[in-house]
């Protein structure tokens, strides 16, 4: 059974930066791709970014390109996404997610087969 736990959340200043780190385990790291999610409150999941199995093809929605990049070590089955320009709207919860097609570069949740529970991300003003 894949598990998947995310961590380095935490508030910080408009303009700063974060880095989310998510930590796979229970089957073959390499075999998945992976994306981020993120869920403000009040409003729909939202998709972030994504990167295939071998990390040399992502996708980012619109509102993160140019200030978000997402990476992942297969060597050490962690996905990351480095934050930076941060705003206040970027305030959400985020989530990892693992998707049983490695070549894929899915931005619908329901695409993903494994989910963590999430780290708060809180951007003050």
């Known amino acids: 059974q894949v598990q998947l736990v995310e961590s380095g959340g935490g508030l910080v200043q408009a303009g700063g930066s974060l880095r989310l780190s998510c930590a796979f385990t229970g089957r073959t790291f390499s075999r998945y791709a992976m994306g981020w999610f993120r869920q403000a409150p009040g409003k729909d999941r939202e998709f972030v970014s994504t990167i295939n199995w071998s990390g040399d093809r992502t996708y980012y929605s619109d509102s993160v390109k140019g200030r978000f990049t997402i990476s992942r070590d297969n060597a050490k089955n962690t996905v990351y996404l480095q934050m930076n320009s941060l705003k206040p709207e970027d305030t959400a919860v985020y989530y990892c997610?693992?998707?049983?097609?490695?070549?894929?570069?899915?931005?619908?949740?329901?695409?993903?087969?494994?989910w963590g529970q999430g780290t708060q991300v809180t951007v003050s003003s």
């Open positions: 997610a693992a998707d049983w097609s490695p070549v894929s570069l899915g931005i619908n949740g329901k695409q993903y087969d494994y």
